[in-house]
C-alpha cells in the first residue's frame, strides 16, 4: 500500500514549458484526499521547489538539491542538511573553472549563478516567497572566490553545464576529488553534493521521519539523479521519456511528460485505477 508519493520536477512532474499538467494536478489531489503524502524530491534549490510545493498544497518535508536538504514548506523546519564543505568547495570550483565553465552553486537561500540555469529562475519570484531567497550573479562584484571567503562552509550543491564531449572527462576529474557526488539530472548538467546526499537516502530519511517504510514509497523519475529513489522504494517508476537504463531500474514505466505520466501512474498505481 502507498502512504507516500515521491516526485522528481523537470521531465516528470513538470511539462517542457514548466508546468503541471491539470491532470497531474488533479491527480495529485485525489491522492491527498485518499490519505497518500506527496512531496516533491528533485535537484532543485529549495526555494524553487517550494514555488510548486505551494503551487499543489503540499504539507510534507521536501527533498531538494538530490538529499543535501529536507525541508518543510511550511514550517521551514529543517529535517536534513549536508553541506559540501569548504575544501571540496575549492577543489569543484577550480577544476570547472580551469575547464572553462562557470559553476552555479545553491546553499539554503541562495542562488550563486554563474552560467545556465536563467531559465528556470527569478529574483522576483524567490523574493516573493521569503527576502532571504536571493540570486547573486557571479563574476564582476561577486567572484568566486568571496565565495569561498564568505560563504564556503554553507553550499549544499553545484552544477554546471558541461559541453557532451567535456561531460564525462570531466566527471572523472571531480570524483577524483573524493567526499563528493557526482550525478547529473539531464544530459547537459553534472551536479556536485557532498557524497551522502542523494534521493535515495533522503526518501528513506524521509519516510523513516513518518513512520513510513521504503516498501510504502512510490517515487516517479526520469533521470540519473533519480537512481537512487528508483531503488530505494517500494514502488519505482520511470517515466516514457527517461533513459533505457533509468526505465530499467524501474518496477514500473508510465507515460512520459508531456502525456502526463505523473497523472497516469498515481491513477493506475496509488490509487489502483481510480
Avoid: W
Avoid at 127 to 143: H, Q
Avoid at 176 to 195: D, P, R
Avoid at 212 to 221: K, L, Q
Amino acid at each position: 500500500m502507498v502512504k507516500l508519493i515521491c516526485l522528481d520536477i523537470d521531465g516528470t512532474l513538470l511539462d517542457p514549458e514548466l508546468n503541471i499538467s491539470r491532470e497531474n494536478r488533479e491527480a495529485i489531489r485525489l491522492a491527498q484526499e485518499h490519505g497518500i503524502a506527496v512531496t516533491l524530491a528533485t535537484g532543485r534549490m529549495f526555494a524553487s521547489a517550494l514555488i510548486y510545493a505551494r503551487e499543489l498544497k503540499l504539507d510534507v518535508p521536501l527533498v531538494t538539491m538530490n538529499g543535501a536538504l529536507i525541508k518543510h514548506p511550511f514550517t521551514q523546519a529543517k529535517l536534513h542538511e549536508l553541506r559540501l564543505g569548504r575544501r571540496e568547495l575549492g577543489e569543484v570550483i577550480a577544476k570547472i573553472t580551469s575547464a572553462g565553465y562557470q559553476p552555479n552553486f545553491y546553499d539554503e537561500f541562495n542562488l550563486y549563478a554563474g552560467s545556465g540555469l536563467q531559465r528556470y529562475y527569478d529574483n522576483r519570484i524567490l523574493a516573493s516567497l521569503d527576502p532571504r531567497y536571493r540570486i547573486v550573479e557571479m563574476g564582476g562584484e561577486f567572484s568566486y572566490q568571496d565565495l569561498m571567503d564568505r560563504y564556503g562552509d554553507q553550499v549544499l550543491k553545484g552544477i554546471f553545464f558541461p559541453s557532451l564531449e567535456d561531460k564525462e572527462p570531466l566527471r572523472a576529474a571531480l570524483q577524483e576529488i573524493g567526499s563528493i557526488a557526482v550525478v547529473s539530472s539531464a544530459s547537459t548538467n553534472l551536479e556536485i553534493t557532498h557524497h551522502e546526499a542523494d534521493k535515495g537516502r533522503g526518501i528513506r530519511l524521509l519516510g523513516e521521519s513518518m513512520g513510513i517504510s521504503p516498501e510504502e514509497i512510490m517515487v516517479i523519475g526520469d533521470s540519473e539523479n533519480d537512481r537512487t529513489m528508483l531503488e530505494a522504494a517500494g514502488y519505482s517508476v520511470a517515466m516514457g521519456n527517461a533513459s533505457a537504463s533509468i526505465q530499467a531500474a524501474a518496477k514500473f514505466v508510465t507515460l512520459d511528460n508531456t502525456q502526463h505520466g505523473v497523472a497516469r501512474a498515481i491513477r493506475d498505481i496509488a490509487l489502483g485505477g481510480l
